[in-house]
């Protein structure tokens, strides 16, 4: 009975059932409008911020024999290496010496990380060596460089703009530059620390994954988290006042789209 009076109505007033239609499907294409919007520039930001620096999270502190711990887990798409050599107690080419603070990555890092190759090009093999471009040295020297007990000769094939591991003692006035080497994956002991960078196959699984793998390294080692990449990605860890932000703006939103249809449903009693 409610069913015929309700088509009744409908057939009885067609002007304003047709601008009710139109309103639904113009209120319709401009909520779809603003989604895609919205998730455009999401994807354009998170490039963006990939093209800078390309990790999700990262393990410091790692013992090389549990590498295999993060390689093999579902989660992950792909890793990069990095090992920290040290500080050079000096560094000679042309009668010049500075101080460098090398450190190793393998290809994965090299292409993942942070790294604005300014001149030249990146090391092929281990005792080629990329520098910050202030230093001295030019492309083609070759440097001889003492950490600790270990004595090394690279030669320079790039320069590059300043590292985030660049020093300067103040005490001393002595600036240290960040350098590179090409990380040897076949020569190093199993016990030796590494720095581990995680790509996964699911970025909203991250902290449940490093979670695990922490578990099954059970050892000293420290996670941290490209936190504007996860940002805009709108990733947050459970418990976190992001997750709860989060968690108010899609609520929001999904009463909004509802509401936003409210009038049809009652024209279709």
């Given amino acids: 009975m409610g069913l015929s009076i309700a088509i009744k109505e409908i057939?009885?007033?067609?002007?304003?059932?047709?601008?009710?239609?139109?309103?639904?499907?113009?209120?319709?294409?401009?909520?779809?409008?603003?989604?895609?919007l919205t998730s455009s520039y999401q994807d354009y930001i998170i490039n963006l911020s990939r093209s800078r620096e390309n990790w999700e999270a990262n393990f410091s502190n790692v013992e090389f024999k549990n590498i295999n711990y993060i390689e093999n887990d579902e989660n992950i798409k792909e890793i990069s290496i990095v090992k920290d050599l040290g500080i050079t107690e000096e560094s000679y080419s042309k009668d010049l010496t500075e101080k460098m603070y090398i450190k190793a990555y393998d290809v994965n890092a090299l292409k993942n990380l942070e790294i604005n190759l300014k001149e030249g090009k990146l090391p092929q093999n281990t005792?080629?060596?990329?520098?910050?471009?202030?230093?001295?040295?030019?492309?083609?020297?070759?440097?001889?460089a003492t950490i600790g007990k270990?004595?090394?000769?690279?030669?320079?094939?790039?320069?590059?703009?300043?590292?985030?591991?660049?020093?300067?003692?103040?005490?001393?006035?002595?600036?240290?530059?960040?350098?590179?080497?090409?990380?040897?994956?076949?020569?190093?002991?199993?016990n030796e620390k590494v720095d581990v960078s995680i790509l996964t196959n699911d970025i909203s699984n991250i902290y449940v994954t490093t979670e695990k793998i922490s578990q099954l390294i059970n050892a000293d080692v420290t996670i941290k988290y490209n936190d504007e990449?996860?940002?805009?990605?709108?990733?947050?860890?459970?418990?976190?006042?992001?997750?709860?932000?989060?968690?108010?703006v899609k609520r929001n939103t999904y009463f909004y789209y509802n509401d936003s249809f409210s009038s049809s449903n009652?024209?279709?009693?």
């Fill in 229 to 248: 990449l996860l940002s805009y990605a709108c990733v947050a860890k459970e418990g976190s006042e992001f997750e709860k932000t989060l968690t108010i």
């Fill in 266 to 269: 009652i024209y279709n009693i």
């Fill in 127 to 144: 005792d080629e060596i990329i520098i910050n471009e202030d230093m001295t040295f030019e492309i083609g020297d070759k440097i001889e």
């Fill in 150 to 190: 270990d004595n090394y000769t690279f030669t320079i094939v790039g320069k590059i703009e300043k590292t985030d591991f660049d020093e300067f003692d103040y005490i001393h006035l002595v600036k240290t530059s960040g350098a590179i080497i090409l990380f040897d994956r076949e020569n190093i002991s199993e």
């Fill in 11 to 36: 057939i009885y007033n067609k002007k304003m059932t047709a601008i009710m239609i139109i309103c639904i499907i113009i209120v319709t294409m401009l909520i779809t409008s603003v989604n895609i």
